[in-house]
C-alpha cells in the first residue's frame, strides 16, 4: 500500500495499482491473435493514470519481458517529448496532428507521426531537415469520418493515389498504415466489419502498387480480441486500465478470460461529518434536503479536481450504500454516510471510487459514469492534473 507519510497532507489523490496495469496487459497482450503485437495507448496522461509511469512498467518492468509494446501511442508531439525527456525509449506515434513547422522536433526525438491528407504530408516534408526522415503512419479514414484520407468505395482509388504521391516525398518514410473503427464495442455491428474491408482493400491496392508498411493497425481495445483486424498491431486503450469500453464487451471478455482491474482508485479525506435534520438544507442553491435525519459528510473533493458535477443525486461514492448529494462544489462535496455501515470520523481518507482503502462494496468509474450520463473513459481524464498520483 501508499505509505501514509506520502497521503498524510494530501486532501485528494489517485491511487494507481500497478500490478493491475501490469495484470491487464499481460491478458490484453495473450489474448492478441498470432504474430500481432501491441500499441498501449497512453495519451491524456495515459487516461489519467499517469502517462511516464504507464510508460515506464510497460518498457521495464521484467514481469512483462517478451510482451512489451511495440509503439507508445500519443495525442500531440508535447506528450511525446515529455516521454523522450523522462527517458522512455520505446518507439512513439502521434496519433494527432504536429504542426508542419515541428518536424524538426520529430525527427530529433526519434517520433512516428500520423499523415493523414497529402496536403499535410507535403507541408511535413518541406520542413524536415535536409538529410533526415521522418517515420509516418498513414491514416485512413474508412468511416469513422475523422482523420484520414478516405477509403469508402467513392473514394478508395483517388485516396491511393495520394498515397502514392505520398510515398515519393522526400524525407518521409511510410512505417505504418491505421485506421479506427467507429463502432467495434457493440457486437452487433455490421459497420465494423465493413471498415475492416475498406482497409483489407486499401492495402491490398497500395501493396499491388509497391507500397508496403511494416505495421498495420486497425483494432482498438474492444476489437483487439475478438480478431476484427488481425494485423500486426492491436492498440490497447481503455481495457489497460481495467474498465470497458461497454457492457458488451465486458460480457464477451469475462466469457473467455480472467476479470480485467480496475488500476485507479480516487481518494479523498473526510472534512467533517454533520448530523442532518430533516428539512435542513446542503450545499448551493439548497437543492437537497433530507426527509429524515441523516448523517452527511463534508469532503475535501470538488469539480476542480475532475468530480462532475452531474454525479451528485445519482451517483455514490465510498459504497454503493452512499449517495453524492447536493451540490458538488470547486473543492468540496457531499456524500451521505448514514448507511455506510462502517464507522467513519473526521481525517478519514476514503476511495470515491474504487477499492483502494475500500469500505465495503465500492463504487467504481461505471457507476459514476452512468450516473452523470457520460462514459468511463471521461471520468478518468477528468481527474485533474491538481489531483497527486500514487502508486504502489
Not at 127 to 146: E, F, V, W
Not at 333 to 351: N, P, Q, R, W, Y
Not at 361 to 379: F, L, M, Q, V
Request: with cysteine.
Amino acid at each position: 500500500m501508499i505509505s501514509s507519510l506520502e497521503t498524510k497532507n494530501s486532501r485528494i489523490f489517485a491511487a494507481v495499482n500497478t500490478s493491475a496495469l501490469k495484470h491487464n496487459y499481460k491478458l490484453l497482450y495473450n489474448a492478441l491473435p498470432e504474430g500481432c503485437g501491441a500499441v498501449a495507448i497512453i495519451k491524456a496522461n495515459a487516461y489519467g493514470h499517469g502517462a511516464f509511469e504507464t510508460a515506464k512498467i510497460l518498457e521495464t518492468d521484467p514481469m512483462l519481458d517478451g510482451m512489451r509494446p511495440s509503439f507508445f501511442a500519443v495525442a500531440e508531439l508535447n506528450e511525446a517529448v515529455s516521454l523522450r525527456d523522462e527517458g522512455i525509449r520505446t518507439p512513439i506515434l502521434i496519433l494527432g496532428r504536429t504542426e508542419p513547422c515541428c518536424a524538426n522536433e520529430l525527427v530529433k526525438h526519434d517520433l512516428s507521426q500520423c499523415v493523414y491528407s497529402l496536403e499535410y504530408a507535403k507541408e511535413l516534408s518541406e520542413n524536415i531537415p535536409k538529410g533526415s526522415a521522418l517515420r509516418c503512419h498513414i491514416k485512413l479514414d474508412t468511416g469513422m469520418t475523422r482523420l484520414g484520407f478516405l477509403c469508402d468505395e467513392k473514394n478508395l482509388h483517388d485516396s491511393v493515389t495520394k498515397i502514392e504521391f505520398v510515398n515519393k516525398l522526400p524525407s518521409l518514410e511510410l512505417e505504418g498504415i491505421f485506421s479506427h473503427f467507429a463502432e467495434s464495442d457493440s457486437l452487433s455491428s455490421v459497420f465494423t466489419s465493413l471498415q475492416a474491408e475498406r482497409f483489407k482493400s486499401a492495402v491490398k491496392l497500395l501493396e499491388e502498387k509497391g507500397i508496403r508498411f511494416r505495421y498495420k493497425h486497425e483494432a482498438n481495445s474492444a476489437a483487439s480480441f475478438k480478431n476484427d483486424a488481425p494485423f500486426d498491431l492491436a492498440r490497447l486503450g481503455i481495457m489497460l486500465y481495467g474498465a470497458y469500453p461497454s457492457e458488451e464487451i465486458k460480457e464477451l471478455w469475462e466469457s473467455r478470460f480472467p476479470p480485467l482491474l480496475p488500476a485507479m482508485s480516487l481518494c479523498a479525506k473526510v472534512y467533517q461529518i454533520h448530523e442532518v435534520s430533516p428539512g435542513t438544507t446542503v450545499g448551493y442553491c439548497r437543492s437537497y434536503a433530507p426527509c429524515e435525519k441523516r448523517t452527511i459528510a463534508c469532503i475535501g473533493a470538488g469539480y476542480a479536481d475532475g468530480i462532475m458535477r452531474a454525479v451528485a443525486n445519482g451517483g455514490y461514492a465510498i459504497n454503493k450504500n452512499c449517495p453524492i448529494v447536493g451540490r458538488v462544489c470547486m473543492d468540496m462535496m457531499f456524500v451521505d454516510i448514514t448507511d455506510c455501515g462502517c464507522s467513519l470520523k473526521e481525517g478519514d481518507t476514503v476511495a470515491l471510487f474504487g477499492d483502494y482503502n475500500s469500505h465495503g462494496d465500492h463504487t467504481d468509474a461505471d457507476d459514476w459514469a452512468k450516473a452523470a450520463g457520460t462514459i468511463n473513459y471521461e471520468i478518468f481524464c477528468a481527474v485533474s492534473s491538481r489531483v497527486p498520483r500514487f502508486y504502489y
